[in-house]
């Protein structure tokens, strides 16, 4: 049991990773000054006023970069790819802001093969996700791998993101879609 403790111990450390599953480093996420500390370290960026709270979880950090004034949540999970030399980056800008449990994924398996499992299968090439200045993203959203939403756009609660939106639209749904512009010109149009 001792042999366990020191090699979990170790893993949690150096691992590429924040998250509950992680005891030794998550029970520092309760504590600002201390939270921020190993959040410094581990994340790729992490900027003045950013919070990546107790509950989160985040896997391969050094991908993942956070913006000023970014808090991530309780029950939200971030999934930088882990490949070397790959894509795979989560960019989340200055000033976005996100509701709890929201996804964020940038590779998914792979799944066309009739002669293997799914789980045997891998996982298609991974795409940056960028969640571009000021935007705001509701609870519980899921996004999926190459979306990039555009600055002061907004995401509905509960809403599936499969591809890329620009500026200032609120979009919402499963698929997401747009479901109004938030500049007045373009919805006289």
């Given at each position: 049991m001792l042999v366990e403790l020191i090699q979990k111990y170790?893993?949690?450390?150096?691992?590429?990773?924040?998250?509950?599953?992680c005891p030794f480093t998550h029970w520092k996420l309760y504590f600002?000054?201390?939270?921020?500390?190993?959040?410094?370290?581990?994340?790729?960026?992490?900027?003045i006023n950013a919070e990546f709270r107790a509950g989160a979880y985040a896997i391969t950090c050094s991908k993942i970069s956070l913006g000023n004034n970014v808090v991530i949540r309780p029950s939200t999970m971030l999934f930088a790819d882990?490949?070397?030399?790959?894509?795979g980056k989560i960019i989340i800008e200055d000033n976005v802001m996100l509701g709890s449990g929201v996804h964020i994924y940038?590779?998914?398996h792979r799944f066309d093969s009739?002669?293997?499992?799914?789980?045997?299968?891998?996982?298609?090439?991974?795409?940056?996700?960028v969640l571009k200045?000021?935007?705001?993203?509701?609870?519980?959203?899921?996004?999926?791998?190459?979306?990039?939403?555009g600055e002061n756009s907004v995401v509905g609660a509960g809403s599936i993101v499969t591809?890329?939106?620009?500026?200032?639209?609120?979009?919402?749904?499963?698929p997401a879609k747009v479901i109004k512009y938030l500049d007045k010109e373009k919805n006289a149009e």
């Open positions: 170790k893993f949690d450390v150096q691992s590429d990773r924040l998250g509950p599953d600002k000054s201390l939270a921020r500390n190993v959040c410094i370290k581990k994340f790729s960026q992490f900027g882990s490949r070397k030399g790959s894509h940038v590779a998914n009739n002669q293997h499992d799914i789980i045997q299968q891998g996982h298609y090439d991974a795409k940056d996700v200045k000021g935007c705001w993203i509701g609870a519980n959203v899921t996004i999926l791998p190459g979306v990039v939403i591809k890329s939106f620009p500026k200032r639209v609120l979009i919402a749904g499963n």
